[in-house]
């Protein structure tokens, strides 16, 4: 999960106290002026792994991207981290965390020290199942990918959610040929790499939270994970999604909630956000210093779901594509132009207009690559994971 924090006015939403009583108070925020401030992403999980630190610092609406952050000394108890990309950093050794564990993050940078406040790992909470149904959600129709945490024992009554989903698709046209030119000659020669089928994975953006402390019992119902409209090319296949549960702690729950609503958009981490309010994090030797983020330990539990386009839709029916058919134009270029469409990989073979063996010279007719090249969208890899 990235979190892009772009602010447009310089305000300073102070506050994140949290609170032990029976639910999740309110927190009162207070407005002040700042220019700049240190943005921390840290959250190590009882996954057995290097965990990962990530330093940044707050970006204006109108710069490129979050400005990262290298050169620090970061230490979570006894592990050290390691910067492997300009502010991304690595545990040197792999490990989990353990219930009963005060875990504490500190980082030493540009000669400021930084504390986090002590956490321990929460008790671990598996996803009971996953669900896929055809629905109509908010007037649109499409799939929806909801969560079911039944008859859960235990204290876990918070949590966060990702998702990574893949889906597999192909191309709008299916052509077992390519083009070359050859001595000023066009010949038609056979296909060296797979693009009709190929595969997209993406990571989820949108901040999704749970919270089950005022029930009575510690159970998720329903929970809308994702929803694919059925226009979306990643209906038309096979598509799957990994679902990642995160029992987090009290504190970094509220400190999630505010987060959403100031965020206020359907894509939480590329909107422009209100301001600056403080988590768990504070520079030891300047307390005055306005630090954005949040250090968690977190119990993971993870659990994937597969369906295909037939499960919902008819078979015989239009498919949705990445390009639209109107956009795959048939064109008859000259040699000259075939030549300078070729060196830019924009077009693919579409046909002959007379029946030649291969490798003969031949006028040839042409479509835009994103028509026959699925390799314009994804992979054609097929992930390790994936099952037909």
């Known amino acids: 999960m990235k979190l892009i924090l772009k602010y447009k006015f310089f305000f300073a939403l102070i506050g994140l106290t949290a609170t032990l009583a029976s639910c999740v108070e309110e927190i009162p925020i207070e407005n002040e002026g700042f220019e700049e401030a240190l943005v921390v992403e840290g ?3 009882n996954e057995i792994k290097q965990q990962q630190i990530k330093l940044s610092q707050a970006f204006k609406i109108d710069t490129t991207g979050p400005n990262p952050l290298s050169g620090a000394i970061i230490r979570v108890n006894e592990y050290v981290f390691e910067e492997e990309e300009p502010g991304i950093y690595f545990s040197k050794d792999s490990f989990a965390a353990q219930r009963g564990i005060d875990y504490q993050l500190s980082i030493s940078v540009n000669g400021n020290q ?11 909470s598996n996803i009971g199942r996953l669900e896929s149904n055809r629905v109509n959600y908010r007037g649109e129709d499409g799939v929806a990918i909801t969560l079911n945490n ?11 959610y990702e998702f ?3 889906f597999k698709f192909t191309s709008n046209m299916f052509k077992t040929s390519d083009i070359i030119i050859e001595n000023g000659i066009a010949k038609v020669v056979p296909k060296l790499k797979e693009e009709y089928t190929c ?3 993406n990571q989820s953006q949108d901040l999704i939270l749970a919270n089950t402390n005022s029930l009575s019992e510690d159970s998720v119902n329903n929970l809308l994970i994702n929803f694919i409209n059925s226009n979306e090319p990643k209906v038309s296949n096979r598509y799957s999604i990994l679902v990642k549960q995160f029992v987090i702690s009290r504190e970094a729950y509220t400190y999630y909630e505010i987060l959403e609503e100031l965020s206020g958009s359907e894509n939480l981490f590329s909107q422009s956000q209100p301001g600056f309010f403080s ?14 983020g949040f250090f968690d330990v977190s119990s993971v539990s993870t659990k994937r779901t597969y369906f295909n386009y037939e499960d919902f839709y008819d078979p015989e029916s239009i498919r949705p594509k990445f390009v639209s058919d109107v956009v795959c134009e048939v064109t008859f270029p000259t040699i000259e132009l075939l030549r300078e469409q070729l060196e830019n990989n924009a077009v693919r073979w579409y046909e002959t207009p007379i029946p030649l063996p291969l490798n003969q010279a031949r006028p040839v007719y042409v479509v835009p690559r994103r028509c026959v090249d699925c390799t314009v969208f994804g992979t054609n890899e097929k992930p390790d994971f994936w099952e037909d």
């Open 150 to 160: 039944q008859n859960t024992t235990g204290t876990a009554n918070f949590y966060r």
């Open 164 to 166: 990574i989903e893949t």
């Open 43 to 45: 959250s190590i999980t």
């Open 199 to 201: 595969y997209q994975t």
């Open 279 to 292: 988590g768990n994090i504070s520079n030891i030797t300047n307390p005055d210093e306005k630090i954005i």
């Open 114 to 124: 930084y504390e986090s406040q002590p956490m321990q790992l929460p008790e671990p």
